[in-house]
């Protein structure tokens, strides 16, 4: 069975600094991966995907991630944040028809 | 991509009542799912609601405790049963129309005093 490990549980970070939130994943099959954001008081927006191709992953508001089958990672980074990126944010692993999430990380972006 | 709503956004409910949550996608999906996310945790899931038959519950969640319907491709709705303080969560509900990708709803904060 597949599952999810996010290595940080809080990342804090200054605005304008690289951030970089891990994460691992076991599954005895091809995966399919991806990381949301959950804003306060909000659901889950999916930031990116990785299904096949490319192992570098574009997302939206300026996130990538890169997918490492050997290291079986899917680690998300952003080159430059911003305070509005303060979230939490959830990486989860897909074999089939069901979604696994890792426990979460926290980025507090300061001023 | 599909949009999903959820009714109600928030409810605060008096300890062994039970709250029924609504879900609605805006477009057909063949698959829908529940899940739970208790303060400061991540998400679990409670179960794959299935179209005209019975919902498949994960471990540790019960049909008695969480029935869940799906009369349709777009509709769901999860009843959270005999309500106690620890029943006080985040209950979102997302819809699969690809083998992909889940999109998810805005979530229902309940809160049981």
């Known amino acids: 069975a597949q599952s999810v490990t996010q290595l940080d549980s809080q990342v804090p970070v200054f605005e304008e600094a690289p951030v970089e939130l891990r994460c691992n994943y076991s599954s005895s099959v091809s995966v399919y991966l991806f990381w949301y954001v959950q804003y306060p008081n909000q659901g889950l927006q999916l930031l990116l995907k990785?299904?096949?191709?490319?192992?570098l992953v574009k997302g939206i508001n300026g996130f990538e991630a890169e997918f490492n089958k050997s290291q079986t990672s899917f680690h998300l980074r952003k080159p430059s944040v911003h305070i509005s990126d303060t979230a939490e944010y959830f990486c989860?692993?897909?074999?089939?028809?069901?979604?696994?999430f890792g426990a979460g990380t926290r980025l507090t972006v300061k001023p | 991509s599909a949009v999903i709503s959820q009714k109600p956004s928030r409810d605060i409910c008096q300890r062994g009542t039970s709250l029924t949550i609504q879900c609605q996608v805006d477009?057909?999906?063949?698959?829908m799912f529940w899940y739970r996310q208790q303060p400061g945790q991540s998400l679990t899931l409670i179960a794959t609601?299935?179209?005209?038959?019975?919902?498949?519950?994960e471990s540790g969640f019960v049909i008695d405790k969480f029935p869940i319907s799906r009369p349709n491709l777009t509709f769901s709705t999860l009843t959270v049963s005999n309500l106690s303080p620890e029943d006080s969560s985040i209950y979102l509900c997302?819809?699969?129309?690809?083998?992909?990708?889940?999109?998810f709803g805005p979530g229902t904060r309940l809160t049981v005093t």
């Open positions: 989860a692993v897909s074999e089939s028809h069901d979604m696994r």
């Open positions: 997302s819809g699969k129309d690809n083998p992909y990708e889940q999109y």
């Open positions: 609601a299935n179209q005209g038959s019975e919902a498949t519950y």
């Open positions: 990785y299904l096949s191709g490319s192992t």
């Open positions: 477009s057909q999906v063949t698959m």
